[in-house]
Nanobody
Framework: EVQLVESGGGLVQAGGSLRLSCVAS????????IGWFRQAPGKERQGVAC????????FYADSVKGRFTASSDNAKSTVYLQMNTLKPEDTAVYYC?????????????????????WGQGTQVTVSS
């Protein structure tokens, strides 16, 4: 059974930083990708970043480019999302998700329908 467990959320002031972690287990896919998504109250879930763990390729939403960085430690089956220069509008529940094959990403690497497995989410709150 595929399991994804996020951690690292919390309360931070605007301009601050947080690092989220996503530990993945229970699978043996060779070319998978992990995406990071967020959902604010009353808004749709949106993709913010993803990383192809086999080669480290990354994709970012325009809203987080230059501020967020996705990375992976394959030996630990862990993906990270380093979030810098946080803004109040970054406040949301953050989820990591897994797609079994990078081929699924196509032209929409941050499309929620490309990902089959989801974590439970971690709250990030940025105060002004």
């Amino acid at each position: 059974e595929v399991q994804l467990v996020e951690s690292g959320g919390g309360l931070v002031q605007a301009g601050g930083s947080l690092r989220l972690s996503c530990v993945a287990s229970g699978f043996s896919f060779d070319d998978y990708a992990i995406g990071w998504f967020r959902q604010a109250p009353g808004k749709e879930r949106q993709g913010v970043a993803c990383i192809v763990t086999s080669d480290g390729s990354t994709f970012y939403a325009d809203s987080v480019k230059g501020r967020f960085t996705a990375s992976s430690d394959n030996a630990k089956s862990t993906v990270y999302l380093q979030m810098n220069t946080l803004k109040p509008e970054d406040t949301a529940v953050y989820y990591c998700a897994l797609t079994p094959s990078r081929k699924r990403l196509g032209l929409t690497p941050l499309g929620i329908h490309e990902y089959d497995y989801w974590g439970q989410g971690t709250q990030v709150t940025v105060s002004s």
